[in-house]
């Protein structure tokens, strides 16, 4: 069954820094844009990054800009979140999800598949 698995969250201070995972089996990425979400208690799902498929090009929400910087190597059908000065506002699940074929990262709610998240959390 084709997956995306998400790696590398944990619990990190205020102002730290974090680099999420994710990496694809039994299908490709380099076809699709690729984004990164995230889901906290008591707020809506948010997108906070995506890429298009070469990796010439991405866009984040507002509250990820100057911050986080989304990457991708399709040789190893991996994407990754990079975080930087990290708030506790950050704090959520983080899910990788690919975009459908023919759509961009400008598209809404376009994605095909997703990961089963990652734990974030920033705090003290």
């Known amino acids: 069954q084709p997956q995306l698995v998400e790696s590398g969250g944990g619990l990190v201070r205020p102002g730290g820094f974090l680099t999420l995972s994710c990496t694809a089996s039994g299908l490709s990425l380099d076809r699709h844009s690729m984004a990164w979400l995230r889901q906290a208690p008591e707020k809506e799902r948010e997108k906070v990054a995506c890429i298009n498929p070469t990796g010439s090009a991405a866009n984040y929400g507002d509250s990820a800009k100057a911050r986080f910087a989304i990457l991708r190597d399709n040789a190893k059908n991996t994407v990754s979140l990079q975080m930087n000065l990290l708030e506790p506002a950050d704090t959520g699940v983080y899910y990788c999800?690919?975009?459908?074929?023919?759509?961009?990262?400008?598209?809404?709610?376009?994605?095909?598949?997703w990961g089963q998240g990652t734990q974030v959390t920033v705090s003290s």
């Open positions: 999800a690919r975009v459908r074929l023919r759509e961009t990262c400008d598209s809404e709610d376009s994605y095909d598949l």
